[in-house]
């Protein structure tokens, strides 16, 4: 085939009049129309001058002209960059530069601010709007409704989704062709996906979960997606009667459990919820099953391998467990410090290897040998055991992260931030349980002596720095921190500490 990608998810579907996306006003684009609009897209792209292998990096609302553009993407052979459409400008120019896009495409809205950054980069700005006007889809408007497809391996580039590490750099995590179409088979597989089903789509399209999940299990099995912009309780629950299947992180099911209008019968259409991104609590779980008659079914992923386990369609799929190794994935369990293999029921390092995981780091070949082994393994970072029946559970992560609603937060990235700030000695990020989120973020401030800073003034320095996801939603002013023999600070005591923080907010509570 020329282009695996772009033939196998859409050039199938050439000429189909049927749905593809069915749109939060009832209104429907069918296969036919989303391919032309891809194609008028792929011209403006090649005509701008981007070759094969260019990357371009997207900061969009959710729209279907913006999964338009990843469609364009793959057809004209170029490196889709989705960004999350929280990040700053400050937070968005390094991507642009170290990805070195050739072209970022962003909201109308916010030209002023990523013009300057588009330039000193040397990449060209196109805009694309919520409602799918901008200067891409105008220039899109004079262009041919086809376009020749370039040629690909299964091994070229297909997309770079940049994730933060340990240290606050983020790494642009580089994912093959390969790596999506082999990952979205075997999910469509397992998870039985036919032309038949038609996806509620409540997530972004700027991570592995909304864009490469979601979206191309349902263009590989040839079914519909009713593509809401985002998660919204009322459109979720409007719209539940008409899907088949529901892909979410474990907040959406948790609000939708506490609104009292979603019942066994609202969700009797949908043959199957699925659930990923960051643990879904066993309590969730069960409540869900007695709500609905549904056992949501749990996965496991990263953006570095796309997914990597799943409970079974068929059989018992268990609570406060990530199921079974996918078909074509190797996972073992290792001791964190030797990588020597643990016998089954040890709890170690999860590491995964399988034509899912990607090709390395962008320009960091050291990142990438600490973390993907010369034998293919990659080491997670996350910490799991595998059962007496072979169920895979994550017990926790050896990296300092928090995923608040699906979102990872490093909080090396705000510490460094904090800490710059007058009148702070030192500071600890942690994540602690939140009813709404899963965990959310707490700074820990100690001052520098005999200085006394504002929590708000804290609070007001992150703001124009860091995306609004990332914002801690207390920071306290504390003494010391507490830290171990070898003088590191131990957060493990400080969650346990401040565990109760946001326990006593109701459930569904929105926080500050
Ligand atoms: C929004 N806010 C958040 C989050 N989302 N704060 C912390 N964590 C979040 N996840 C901010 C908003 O900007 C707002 O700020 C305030 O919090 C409350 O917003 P709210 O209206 O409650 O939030 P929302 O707009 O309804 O969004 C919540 C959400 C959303 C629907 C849970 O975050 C979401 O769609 N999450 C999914 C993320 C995802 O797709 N993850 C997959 C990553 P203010 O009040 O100041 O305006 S892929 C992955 O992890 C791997 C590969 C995998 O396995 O899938
Ligand atoms: P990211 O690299 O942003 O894609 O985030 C991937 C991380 O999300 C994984 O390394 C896990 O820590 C976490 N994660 C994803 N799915 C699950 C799950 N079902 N249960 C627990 N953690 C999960």
Redesign the pocket.
């Given at each position: 085939m020329a282009n695996p990608l772009y033939d196998r998810l859409f050039g199938a579907h050439a000429g189909r009049q049927d749905p593809f996306l069915i749109l939060a006003d009832g209104s429907t684009i069918s296969y036919a129309a989303f391919l032309a609009m891809a194609a008028r897209i792929a011209h403006v792209l090649t005509r701008a001058g981007l070759s094969p292998g260019d990357r371009l990096a997207a900061q969009v609302e959710k729209s279907p002209q913006a999964l338009a553009l990843v469609a364009a993407a793959a057809q004209a052979g170029i490196v889709i960059l989705p960004l999350n459409t929280a990040y700053t400008p400050g937070e968005l120019a390094y991507f642009v530069e170290n990805s070195g896009a050739a072209m970022l495409v962003c909201d109308p809205d916010r030209t002023e601010a990523i013009a300057p950054i588009a330039a000193q980069c040397g990449a060209r700005l196109e805009t694309l709007a919520a409602d799918g006007s901008g200067t891409l889809t105008d220039k899109a408007g004079d262009m041919a409704d086809d376009f020749p497809t370039v040629e690909r391996a299964t091994d070229d580039l297909a997309a770079f989704l940049y994730?933060s590490g340990t240290t606050g750099r983020s790494k642009g995590a580089m994912l093959t062709q390969e790596n999506l179409l082999s990952n979205a088979e075997t999910l469509a597989e397992c998870w039985r996906f036919t032309e038949e089903d038609v996806l509620l789509h409540a997530l972004p399209i700027f991570?592995?979960h909304g864009l490469f999940v979601a979206t191309n299990v349902t263009l590989l099995s040839g079914g519909a997606m009713i593509f809401l912009p985002k998660f919204d309780a009322d459109a979720v629950i409007g719209a539940l009667p008409r899907a088949t299947a529901m892909m979410g992180v474990p907040t959406f099911y948790t609000r939708l459990l506490d609104d009292p209008r979603f019942t066994r019968d609202l969700a009797s259409h949908v043959r199957l919820f699925v659930?990923?991104?960051?643990?879904?609590l066993a309590e969730t779980h069960l409540r869900f099953e007695e709500r609905t008659g549904h056992r949501i079914l749990?996965?496991?992923?990263?953006?570095?391998t796309n997914m990597n386990t799943s409970n079974p369609y068929d059989g018992e799929r268990r609570a406060g467990t990530?199921g079974f190794p996918l078909p074509g994935v190797d996972l073992k369990i290792t001791d964190p410090d030797t990588g020597a293999e643990l016998p089954q029921g040890e709890t170690g390092m999860i590491e995964v290897r399988g034509p899912n995981v990607f090709k390395g780091y962008w320009q960091m070949p050291e990142k990438t040998a600490a973390e993907l082994r010369q034998d293919g393994f990659f080491i997670?970072?996350?910490l799991g055991r595998i059962d007496e029946d072979g169920y895979v559970q994550?017990v926790g992560?050896q990296?300092d992260?928090i995923?608040s609603g699906g979102y990872?937060i490093y909080p090396k990235e705000i510490e460094l931030l904090l800490d710059e700030q007058p009148g702070v000695m030192e500071s600890a990020v942690i994540g602690v349980p939140h009813p709404d989120f899963g965990e959310t973020v707490v700074a820990l401030v100690v001052p520098e002596p005999g200085a006394a800073p504002d929590t708000e003034a804290l609070a007001a320095a992150l703001k124009g720095s860091l995306a609004r996801f990332k914002h801690p939603r207390a920071i306290r002013i504390v003494e010391t921190l507490p830290r171990n023999t070898m003088g590191k600070v131990q957060k493990n005591l400080l969650r346990e500490e401040w565990s109760g923080l946001f326990n006593s907010a109701s459930a569904g509570e929105r926080m500050p």
């Open positions: 994730t991570h592995t659930s990923g991104s960051a643990p879904l749990e996965r496991y992923g990263m953006t570095e990530v997670t970072g996350d994550i992560r990296k992260l995923i990872n």
